[in-house]
């Protein structure tokens, strides 16, 4: 399987990674926006181009991994170019998947290709277990709960504030409130009551901590509906102890069987993940493979995780899976 | 969706149960072995018919769930049925897949039916989480722990004893070990260090403790490997306090990324069900659906869950699955 990239940002890199964990698959080429020279890869066999020659590579790669982001980029790159290649992007603002959905499926299906959208771990692996759950136990709660983990739009937000220099925020799952719904309590729970916030932040020199610390926790539709704790350390701290981009979470289904529905059962995945964009990339390249199984047989159109069978995912055939994992 | 029961004890009696949770579906007979007199069952509008009769109900069943035991049952009536209904089993024994799948495939595709296979949750949900796991995080370990719950194997061992009068055995999971894998330790786990096993036991009368008690902890397969501990109760204490059937597991895959394998990150999918048995008869409705769809589709053969696209178990559109799940 040769593959592609299109973009060399944290995911973009994820995937050069974990595309060395999967002996069936090779780096071909990273696409970048950038001045390609600029460009430091740690692949020694893959070339890096500028975008403007991607078309081309039409025939040169299986499946073009879009590592771009969701705001501007996939919105108008996952539609372009699932005409010529087969594409899978981590698409993840929820609202506007249906629309994203249908741009790519008119694409892939003009050119006979195959697009996975929004694949990574929400959406994505939660997305998945949420389903699954609701298919099997159709009389219950379902509870997701993020983290701990770095946001990075929050943390954004606090470094737009006047004096913050740096800051890395923490999205927390509130312990009474994990503990409910694993009990089976099928708690009712406000969004304060879910998570909590933790941030660290570096100020500027003769920055006022106590109206910046103001500044966050009162923040809307960030800061302000939740229980926001605001550390001011050093900036050897934050670089020593808070550079790196964990994060994870919890989805839960709490449901009923039996003729009075007398029994409780609860379904639990969750993920602990030291690096938040390799894991999303380790599921990018997965999918990936999925793609290209898929175009081989002659499917064409666009695909979210509900659509693609498990066993396209793994580079085993059914008769080891069947064998060893089932 | 119309549906037909084959066998009628925990399993069928479940899937009974879990149809009313299903307004797409609806219970036309229970086929059962006995004679069909001495049936109760607990649909109104099912029939109970000697399954001498199946044969009758070709073409008015969409589906055939058959609820008999993986040792003698379903190697014979999963292939049988498999030429004249869509089916779908719960057969558990791992070794011996392979071979019921070759055999329902070739009868499947021989009567163009679909027959889905090992479904529930191991065999099921626990093989489709390994399966994803392992295709996204290539290098790592998997762990599987089962209970807090009953064995009834286990149980059946015990009740043999000569002076026993009735059993119940838990399988309960070392709370150590399950910490160690949470840690990302990886440990390395013999049998012993797994599992713990705690029977309850109800004596005939003037039956020798110490001489039943020692021979369950050191019975062969089932007991010597494992820390045992035996509590003797009366019959009254079993019925009150071990009467039901609950049981559920942990599956985990610790895995690695990054250019150096320097992150870390565990996947974890667990289950904790008051009633086993009722909990995979609502696996097998979901995938009666399933088969009925793929069968709508023009599709034929054997599958497993790992063949089978998530969306296939649900019975919403892909439109509404989109918008409310991804």
Known sequence: MRLGILGYGNLGRGVEAAVNQNPDMELCTVFTRRNPESLKIN??????????????WKDKLDVLILCGGSATDLPEQTPKYAKIFNVVDSFDTHARIPEHFNNVDKSAKEGGKVGIISVGWDPGLFSLNRMYANA???EGNDYT???????????????????VKDAKQYTIPVEVALEAVKNCENPTLSTREKHTRECFVV?????????????????????????????????????????????????FRCGKTGLNKENNHIIEYNLKLDSNPEFTSSVLIAYARAAYKMANEGQTGCKTVFDVAPAYLSPKSGEELRKTML
Chains 1, 2 share one sequence.
């Open 43 to 56: 692949s020694k066999t893959a070339k890096v181009l500028s975008v403007s020659e991607i078309e081309n």
């Open 136 to 138: 099997i136990l159709p």
């Open 145 to 163: 709960f993020w983290g701990r983990g770095v946001s990075q739009g929050h943390s954004d937000a606090i470094r737009r504030i006047e004096g």
């Open 203 to 251: 100020l500027e020199d003769g920055a006022d901590a106590k109206k910046i610390e103001a500044e966050i926790v009162n923040m809307p539709n960030y800061f302000a509906d939740y229980d926001t704790t605001v550390h001011f350390i050093s900036d050897e701290e934050l670089k020593k102890n808070h550079s790196g981009i964990p994060h994870g979470g919890f989805v």
